[in-house]
């Protein structure tokens, strides 16, 4: 059976972590529902680096207005896991066990920002990843943050 977020006859599990992530980018895979919801996408991967690009609304924001701190860690987890998804081989999964997240400004809603992140270490059972959150157009350092994920069979 297809997974629910499939968009073609694309069978996910003979496909290696890189080639589903640029798979994604290019729209013959659809991305997982929260990347909608929270406004959010991939735009670029290679091996061991992924940028997701993303635009909190004023859904995101908490009681004070400003941008829950729970967006920056939706898109910066989601990048951190897919960088390290794209040094995967066919058949090959992982979850996060840890990331943390450090928010250095607000994000004003509707600023388009940048999270690139890049693995320093993908092994047998684990991975991890760093990345760092700025915005497109003013180059300021929103949120920082790292991952440790298991990988498994």
């Not at 059976?1 to 972590?17: I, T």
């Not at 640029?22 to 940028?51: E, H, Q, R, S, Y």
């Not at 400004?105 to 991890?128: C, E, F, N, W």
């Amino acid at each position: 059976m297809a997974p629910p977020n499939q968009k073609s006859s694309v069978d996910l599990s003979r496909m290696n972590g890189l080639d589903l992530m640029n798979a994604m980018i290019a729209g013959k895979i659809k991305p997982p529902p929260i990347a909608d919801l929270l406004g959010f996408a991939p735009v670029k991967a290679t091996p061991g680096v992924v940028v997701f690009e993303g635009r909190p609304a004023a859904g995101a924001c908490n009681p004070m207005g400003s941008v829950h701190g729970g967006w920056y860690g939706a898109i910066l987890d989601s990048a951190l896991g897919c960088a390290i998804l794209t040094k995967l081989p066919a058949g090959t999964g992982y979850t996060t066990l840890e990331y943390k997240v450090n928010i250095t400004r607000a994000i004003p809603v509707g600023t388009l920002v940048r999270a690139t992140a890049q693995t320093s270490h993908v092994g047998r059972s684990t991975g991890v990843a760093d990345a760092r959150m700025i915005g497109v157009e003013d180059g300021k350092t929103y949120a920082t943050g790292s991952t440790t994920c298991i990988i498994f069979n």
